[in-house]
């Protein structure tokens, strides 16, 4: 029951030379411009790897080859760490669904699909394939009450993934440990050769502590559970007891004061970046030139 993926799954550059390789979900706040800003950051040996929030996994991707021994990958959205999982372990169960969806593709099956959330693991994974791929602009969004996919058709065609690309992620995954656990219960084991990579959803522009002013940008509903300003505070303490623990990390996040208060014994590299998504309402539209921040754990 499934086709092939859009934009919003992206073609891998699957060639067998090692060329680079670039995630197959498009997920909101995707690291993938910002790679070489990212990397020069990240260690060239790596014990194991640690990512909570990972989404599109661009940064996994990209420096994958630096890992030694596991790959701690989690995200809180299960319906992506299912296709994660699907891309790795099921790929022969994967396929014929992606053609399904391919052959039926229309805006009226995009809400079908986007109304019904099949029982079975790898149907799951294949719907998420397919909805990330044909929303509005790769959106995922669930409802704070019922955790239903709320996001609109995108207008665009369902392309898939080619199997050269599952096979080569399927590779690159070989080492990598996928779960739908929160980032506490992520980075509990890290220690002293191991690196945290850190891209939790970025919060309203204006949500400072105290600020009585009303948020210019409110998309932090990747989940039906929202990331506030509460467990921000928790993962600043949880990057100083990593530090404390010699464990190097490097987290992405929007520059704001904010950001700053909560990471003063950090290096912190600020720019601006362009951001091109859209929003069906003025209020949730993001800063054309978005202030950015990577801040870099000191062991």
């Not at 220690?191 to 939790?200: A, K, N, Q, T």
């Not at 303490?237 to 464990?247: M, P």
């Not at 490097?250 to 950001?259: A, F, K, L």
């Amino acid at each position: 029951m499934v086709g092939s993926a859009t934009q919003g799954v992206l073609l891998a550059e699957a060639g067998e030379d090692g060329s680079a390789i670039k995630p197959f979900i498009r997920w909101v706040g995707g690291k993938q411009r910002l790679l070489p800003r990212i990397l020069p950051h990240v260690p060239s040996l790596i014990r194991n790897y640690y990512e909570p929030f990972l989404g599109g996994g661009a940064v996994f991707l990209a420096v994958a080859d630096r890992v030694s021994g596991r790959a701690k990958l989690a995200d809180l959205n299960e319906h992506l760490v299912a296709a994660w999982t699907c891309v790795r372990d099921f790929q022969g169960e994967l396929r014929p669904l992606i053609e399904w969806y391919k052959l039926n593709d229309s805006k009226e099956f995009y809400y079908e699909v986007r109304s019904v959330v099949p029982d079975g693991f790898v149907e799951r994974a294949a719907r998420f394939l397919y909805l990330n791929a044909t929303s509005w602009n790769h959106l995922w969004r669930e409802n704070s009450r019922t955790g239903a996919m709320n996001v609109p058709w995108g207008d665009r065609q369902f392309k898939g993934l080619d199997d050269a690309a599952m096979r080569r992620f399927a590779r690159i995954l070989a080492n990598a440990d996928l779960s739908t656990n929160d980032f506490r219960v992520t980075l509990e084991e890290a220690s002293e050769g191991d690196f945290v990579y850190l891209d939790p959803p970025y919060l309203p522009i204006f949500s400072s502590p105290g600020s009585e002013k009303e948020p210019t940008a409110k998309f932090n509903k990747y989940t039906a559970k929202t990331f506030e300003i509460d467990d921000l505070k928790e993962l600043a303490g949880i990057c100083s007891a990593l530090s404390s623990r010699g464990v190097r990390w490097v987290m992405s996040n929007r520059d704001n004061e904010s950001v700053r208060s909560l990471f003063p014994d950090s290096q912190i590299i600020r720019f601006t970046t362009h951001r091109s998504l859209a929003a069906q309402s003025r209020r949730e539209v993001e800063a054309h030139r978005s202030p950015e921040a990577i801040i870099i754990g000191k062991v």
